[in-house]
């Protein structure tokens, strides 16, 4: 698939629908609001998974626990040698936010439904209101890599080092500042808008085509590197609250297959709430390396 | 159109705009504009994406709310829900 890193982490819709009854697949639609995309209509045989519910600790923030996570892939009927296709709500972000926890946890073969619930539904393709009846599994996950996530500690280490990339990937409005969060997303807001300095603006939409289909390997390596985003150094991404920055953590580990890549969860819902952080709204020029 | 036509809608909401903020679902703004209406008014949603209009339908038809539109105009569906007398 277009000569990405590591082509095996995407499926196409075709492929996905050719392998619907495989016995070692199991498809999960990872929604946000679930009334709004799963309830309506989902993938034949598609389990959900609630982000708020299932991905999250619903008590303290954070992501869903060691435990957890065996508990929801064992409600999902899942092996450690099940391949998962994530697909979901809101263009794909919560389902790239599981595919970061569920690959912190190990469970080795993930894929992203490439375009998502969007693209599925704009081809006509089969949908259902019908949720499958699993057998759940008593599922054993290996210990957690951490090195995948990034804590508000780590980021302030990289402050001002020209060997770290903190990426962006909110709108240009977030990122300068005139925005915090929208206004039906209360809980999101923060006491100061503005980004992390030194970060580059690189809203997550610019990875993607008009079909929600991700760019080639070609345009994503330029589309980086021309904000300096190379891979030759460690890269941190964030946005809010770690969603769409998890669809770019994606792009940039398994697409262009960079080395290093963590996901700042916490992002500006707490860096921007956090007392005695640095904020900045100037937008600078990018440090691009000459050729 | 006239000014007494009865299934003039009294909102329209575009669903394919301010996607890229992250905030809330399209169909969360249908929701939102038809609690806001009185028996018998109408909103129309109009959006170039299929999912969108997917989820109209399937939405009004699980929620008791009258589709009274559905049509195709250029790139755009534009759908017209219908609070029940």
Redesign the interface.
């Known amino acids: 698939m277009a000569d990405y890193a590591h082509p095996g982490a995407l499926v196409t819709t075709e492929w996905l629908q050719d392998h619907l009854t495989d016995d070692n697949v199991r498809v999960l639609e990872v929604d946000y609001d679930p009334s709004s995309a799963y309830q309506l209509g989902h993938i034949p045989g598609s389990v959900l998974v609630d982000w708020k519910r299932d991905i999250n600790d619903t008590l303290r923030r954070d992501i869903l626990s060691h435990e957890q996570f065996e508990q929801v892939l064992g409600r999902v009927g899942a092996t450690p040698d099940t391949t998962l296709v994530l697909y979901g709500d809101m263009r794909n972000w919560f389902a790239a936010f599981a595919f970061w926890t569920f690959t912190i946890y190990g469970h080795a073969d993930i894929r992203l439904l490439n375009g998502g619930r969007r693209k599925w539904f704009e081809e006509g393709r089969p949908t259902t209101e019908e949720v499958p009846d699993v057998a759940p599994t008593e599922y054993r996950a290996p210990q957690a890599d951490t090195s995948l996530r990034a804590f508000l500690p780590d980021v302030k280490k990289v402050l001002g080092r020209d060997d770290f990339n903190l990426v962006d990937v909110r709108s240009p409005a977030e990122f300068k500042g005139e925005i915090s969060a929208p206004p039906e997303y209360a809980n999101e807001g923060a006491q100061r808008a503005g980004h992390i300095p030194g970060a580059a603006n690189i809203p997550w939409a610019q990875a993607i085509k008009d079909d929600d289909t991700f760019k080639s390997a070609d345009e994503l390596r330029q589309l980086y590197a021309a904000q300096g985003v190379t891979g030759d150094t460690p890269v941190i991404t964030y946005c809010r609250i770690g969603e769409r920055s998890s669809h770019t953590w994606f792009v940039l580990r398994y697409l262009l297959g960079f080395p290093t890549v963590s996901n700042y969860d916490g992002s500006w819902s707490e860096w921007g709430n956090s007392v005695g952080v640095p904020v900045e709204k100037e937008v600078r020029e990018p440090a691009v390396a000459s050729a | 159109m006239g000014a007494d036509d009865v299934s003039a809608p009294i909102a329209v909401l575009d669903l394919g705009a301010a996607?890229?903020?992250?905030?809330?679902?399209?169909?969360?703004r249908v929701r939102r504009g038809y609690a806001g209406l009185g028996p018998g008014q109408v909103l129309e949603a109009r959006s170039p994406?299929?999912?969108h209009a997917?989820?109209v339908r399937?939405?009004a038809r699980?929620a008791g709310a009258e589709l009274i539109g559905d049509e195709r105009v250029g790139r755009l569906a534009v759908l017209r829900v219908r609070r029940p007398a």
Do not use: V, Y
């Not at chain 2, 996607?19 to 969360?28: F, H, I, N, S, Y």
């Open positions: 996607e890229q903020e992250c905030g809330d679902p399209a169909l969360e994406i299929a999912e997917f989820a399937a939405w699980q």
